[in-house]
């Protein structure tokens, strides 16, 4: 198999039902599953923990800390773990907020309503800030993905109540198709 | 790149922090990332719908309608497709009931309370039998994995309430490391 994808073609092996990304040169078939997000919603006195994204894509913008979970942890060892990387924060977690789809990228969010376990955070190697913000402070305009505002919205509106089922996909975008350009932040 | 994984090493590519499983050959780098798996707790005027498994592993074995989700498709819509595809129901699908991680296989499980759309079930291709259980007649040593044994006691817990935030891995094991055949079914 090559590592340029222009090598691949879809093509359906035997025995299965659908296209799969094939290695025109070994056969090699790619499976491609959608991979899966942890992150968390980390309150502190009401204010919520936001990061500005070191890294790309949405360099500069604001997001929770979440990033793509690892084999061989759980969902809540890679929600702590992304905390502590992206915020030096360790986090007790309270339960699964949301799951959003994004079919778009082929993407799970599993996103957790968290807590500080250990006072104080700091901006990780993927962060050029770390700051808590007040609903009222919270920069819009400037979050990185339409899935932070979701999630921030869904915290907000839980409160400190005991969570209920985990919210899914706003209406308006329920399969997470809309472009990122396009989708209101 | 070889579809021989005795062709693939492990070695940490530059700018990571960890070890990837590498192509010897040509230097692929296989992102192992863990999969989804998406099912459902069916309820049918109090008694659960089983599939009992025509394929391999645990071929023979109950299971709820369940199986990993597809690049393209939303959670919801990966439940619903499995359950039609295993016991030829359409589902009505009320929310998140619990969300595990079996970190021995690198799956996360997101799993479903659900009823049926439309009345009528029967056995899908992978499938050889499906039918309803009422709980005292749960075939709970012939379950095929133990998660199907941890989703049964949290929907019985459950009950008809609304629904709190997901379960995660029972305490016993929590990170879903038991081995398959010492684990509690
Ligand atoms: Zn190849
Ligand atoms: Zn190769």
């Not at 773990?81 to 977690?93: I, K």
Request: a negative charge.
């Amino acid at each position: 198999m090559s590592s340029d994808p222009a090598r691949f073609i879809r093509r359906t092996p035997p025995g299965e039902d659908r296209e799969r990304l094939t290695c025109g040169e070994c056969g090699y078939i790619a499976y491609e599953n959608p991979k899966i997000v942890v992150g968390s919603v980390v309150g502190v006195d009401g204010k919520v923990l936001l990061c500005r994204r070191a890294i790309e894509p949405r360099r500069g913008f604001w997001t929770i800390p979440a990033g793509y979970m690892e084999l061989g942890e759980t969902v809540e060892e890679g929600a702590r773990r992304e905390a502590l990387e992206e915020a030096c924060a360790e986090l007790r977690l309270d339960g699964v907020l949301a799951v959003y789809s994004i079919a778009r990228i082929g993407q799970v969010q599993i996103l957790f309503r968290a807590g500080l376990a250990t006072p104080g955070f700091a901006a990780g190697p993927e962060s050029l800030e770390v700051r808590l913000f007040a609903w009222e402070e919270i920069p819009w305009d400037d979050l990185a993905f339409p899935s932070v505002h979701w999630v921030l919205q869904a915290w907000r509106e839980a409160g400190d109540a005991p969570l209920g089922a985990p919210r899914g996909n706003p209406a308006g975008d329920l399969r997470g198709t809309t472009p990122l350009k396009a989708a209101a932040l």
